[in-house]
């Protein structure tokens, strides 16, 4: 079993930054990918970044490559979302889940990912 909890969310302007946090905890995460996901009012949940928890490779959605940043440090559990520029298209509830490599790698399916967090809501006013 694991946990992923997720903090760090909260109003901002258009162009400002924000960090999210994802605390994980329960088992090792080895042979998993910690992936963000973002969901507007009436909209479907969006991959927007993911990183191996071994290796520390990343991945991005386009939308947010160049401006967004995310990073683990593996003595905390935590995987970071460092969100710079942003934009009203950004807003939503942003949910951290954790992915099993062992069955390979789908960074955007929402059901290749085995445990969700509860999400923390980022709201930004243009």
């Known amino acids: 079993q694991v946990q992923l909890v997720e903090s760090g969310g909260g109003l901002v302007q258009a162009g400002d930054s924000l960090r999210l946090s994802c605390v994980v905890s329960?088992?090792?995460?080895?042979?998993?990918?910690i992936g963000w996901f973002r969901q507007a009012p009436g909209k479907e949940r969006d991959f927007v970044a993911a990183?191996?928890?071994?290796?520390?490779?990343?991945y991005y959605a386009d939308s947010v490559e160049g401006r967004f940043a995310i990073s683990r440090d593996n003595v905390k559990n935590t995987v970071y979302l460092q969100m710079n520029s942003l934009k009203p298209d950004d807003m939503g509830v942003y949910y951290c889940?954790?992915?099993?490599?062992?069955?390979?790698?789908?960074?955007?399916?929402?059901?290749?990912?085995?445990?969700w967090g509860q999400g923390t809501q980022v709201t930004v006013s243009s």
């Open positions: 329960g088992r090792t995460l080895s042979n998993y990918l």
């Open positions: 889940a954790a992915q099993p490599l062992r069955f390979g790698l789908d960074l955007e399916r929402l059901s290749a990912y085995e445990y």
């Open positions: 990183i191996r928890w071994s290796g520390g490779r990343t």
